[in-house]
């Protein structure tokens, strides 16, 4: 049953907004379209030791912005958390095409949190996917978090690769 997830999975992504799909790492659980927030058309969580799982999610949203506003608009939103620290960490090459890349910092229910944000404007849409982990559990799925990004594409149906 767990070598079907991805193959289901890619037939449930390619009939969202823009057909834009990241890969999430092997053994991870895809949550149901229906489970899934407003914005967000793909999630898959992993397997901690902690009550919070590291979890990937995928969501897309339009804008009027170009990446430098929605990259302030971004980091605005993100500081008007106290509790939270967020940083560039620079530009990234995924699939799709270069991408910013951010971490966020913050505190939950269940302790200290670290995410991976990144993001890409394209044709009046922003594509976004957020890494989540406990910050302890982080270092362990750093390599997983960042082959899921780098992964993040567009189907040959949607937006052309690496269009602005």
Same mark, same amino acid.
């Given at each position: 049953?767990?070598?079907?997830?991805?193959?289901? +999975?890619?037939?449930? #992504?390619?009939?969202?907004a !823009?057909?834009?799909?990241f890969?999430?790492?092997?053994?991870?659980? %895809? *949550?149901a379209?229906?489970?899934?927030?407003?914005?967000?058309?793909?999630?898959?969580?992993?397997?901690?030791?902690?009550? +919070?799982?590291?979890? #990937?999610?995928?969501?897309? !949203?339009k804008?009027?912005?170009?990446?430098?506003?929605?990259?302030? %608009? *971004?980091?605005?939103?993100?500081?008007?958390?106290?509790?939270?620290?967020?940083?560039?960490?620079?530009?990234?090459?995924?699939?799709?095409?270069?991408?910013?890349?951010?971490?966020?910092?913050?505190?939950?229910?269940?302790?200290?949190?670290?995410?991976?944000?990144?993001?890409?404007?394209?044709?009046?849409h922003?594509?976004?996917?957020?890494?989540t982990?406990?910050e302890?559990e982080?270092?362990?799925?750093?390599?997983?978090?960042?082959?899921?990004?780098?992964?993040?594409?567009?189907?040959?149906?949607?937006?052309?690769?690496?269009?602005?």
């Open positions: 049953m767990k070598k079907l997830v991805l193959p289901l +999975l890619l037939i449930f #992504i390619q009939g969202f !823009e057909d834009c799909f890969i999430p790492p092997k053994n991870w659980q %895809a *949550i379209e229906k489970k899934l927030p407003q914005n967000v058309t793909q999630m898959a969580k992993g397997y901690g030791k902690k009550e +919070l799982p590291p979890s #990937i999610n995928l969501s897309i !949203e804008t009027s912005l170009n990446i430098e506003q929605y990259t302030k %608009a *971004i980091k605005a939103v993100h500081l008007s958390n106290r509790l939270n620290s967020w940083v560039k960490l620079g530009n990234i090459d995924t699939a799709a095409g270069e991408a910013v890349l951010t971490q966020i910092r913050s505190k939950c229910e269940w302790g200290a949190i670290r995410m991976l944000q990144c993001f890409m404007v394209k044709n009046g922003a594509y976004v996917i957020t890494t982990a406990l302890e982080f270092p362990k799925f750093y390599r997983e978090f960042f082959s899921s990004i780098q992964s993040l594409q567009f189907t040959s149906s949607g937006i052309s690769q690496k269009d602005s």
